[in-house]
């Protein structure tokens, strides 16, 4: 299959990836030794970048792991050798217009397109998964692919749960501009739709000079790394892209979502979208619901003590779903 002009054909191939290892909490040194299977697979004329780690034995199931908005499948699958420890397949596409995905036309700038076709490669991908192996299916969202995962789970993808770090409502003015990282870039790339987007949105851009790349870690060494990487920070992208974080909605809203189980791991510290805002979306979900702080963690909770408990959560989310209940507070 092809791949975009310019852009390496393998993370292996990248090599960038490996300035992260320093910042994960075992020195990355779990994610060096998973025998990570790269590959594609041709989707509505995209040519769709898979990381794909199977466990050692027969596996459990499949958790998918849905990156945010700028990041790709190689950053999430940080969580991937731990997950494929305890018996999980673990697959984390790069979504079209990120990462390594080819996508069918590279100049699309259309937001609302872009995002349906996010969340429609979720879904499909879940489709896939659970007619190839009939065993259990599980969404993991990261940041924006928090939304991606609500959203596919809503449209009827065949999974067992969803997990994210966070779920403020897109819909809502505070989220938007916490999403775009200040008022007058929210004030720019809304009004996008109804009047300039055919001139402005095909601009091309720099990653690293519209989103607020510095509220994604605590860590100032991972920071640099993430602005400087060529496919995150240093990527020229359409502005109609970048419009498509503000451009999300959720596709039920959550009084009526009741599609699969939800596991909800807010950073604590997050300064990208602090944690009231995922939990006044969360107090409306109707779906069996669990909600943890993770205490002193950034918008990408790499921080040990975060990372032990964010595991800690998904590995009991994965076993028992259905069980995910908020304990009641102490009388």
Do not use: C, Q
């Not at 792991?65 to 190689?74: A, P």
């Not at 999430?76 to 217009?97: Q, T």
């Not at 991908?125 to 007619?131: G, S």
């Not at 602005?227 to 502005?239: A, F, K, N, S, Y």
């Amino acid at each position: 299959m092809t791949h975009e002009p310019g852009l390496p054909r393998t993370y292996a191939e990248h090599g960038y990836w490996r300035r992260y290892l320093p910042s994960l909490p075992d020195g990355g040194a779990a994610l060096v030794a998973a025998p990570l299977v790269e590959e594609r697979w041709a989707w509505r004329r995209h040519a769709v970048h898979l990381h794909r780690l199977e466990p050692a034995g027969v596996a459990r199931g499949t958790v998918i792991v849905v990156h945010g908005g700028g990041g790709n499948g190689r950053l999430v699958m940080a969580s991937g050798p731990e997950l494929a420890a305890d018996g999980w397949r673990v697959v984390a596409p790069d979504l079209p217009g990120y990462g390594l995905t080819t996508p069918a036309d590279p100049r699309a700038t259309d937001a609302r397109t872009m995002v349906a076709e996010w969340t429609a490669l979720v879904h499909d991908m879940a489709v896939r998964f659970r007619a190839e192996t009939g065993a259990p299916v599980f969404l993991v969202g990261h940041s924006v692919g928090s939304w991606v995962a609500y959203n596919a789970a809503a449209a009827g993808a065949p999974v067992d749960g969803i997990a994210v770090t966070m779920l403020g409502d897109p819909a809502s003015p505070d989220v938007v501009r916490a999403a775009a990282g200040s008022w007058w870039k929210a004030r720019l790339l809304l009004p996008l739709g109804d009047l300039a987007a055919p001139v402005i949105a095909p601009i091309p851009v720099r990653i690293g000079h519209m989103v607020a790349l510095g509220h994604i870690s605590h860590d100032p060494r991972l920071v640099r790394v993430i602005r400087e990487d060529p496919l995150i920070g240093r990527r020229w992208v359409r502005l109609g892209l970048l419009r498509s974080f503000v451009r999300m909605r959720f596709a039920v809203p959550p009084e009526r979502f009741t599609a699969a189980p939800v596991l909800v791991v807010h950073p604590g510290a997050d300064p990208w979208l602090p944690a009231a805002l995922t939990h006044a979306t969360y107090a409306r979900l109707a779906a069996p619901k669990r909600m943890v702080e993770l205490e002193g963690a950034g918008h990408f909770p790499i921080e040990p003590a975060a990372w032990a408990t964010l595991h800690a959560e998904l590995r009991a989310f994965l076993a028992a779903p259905r069980a995910v209940t908020t304990p009641r507070p102490a009388a």
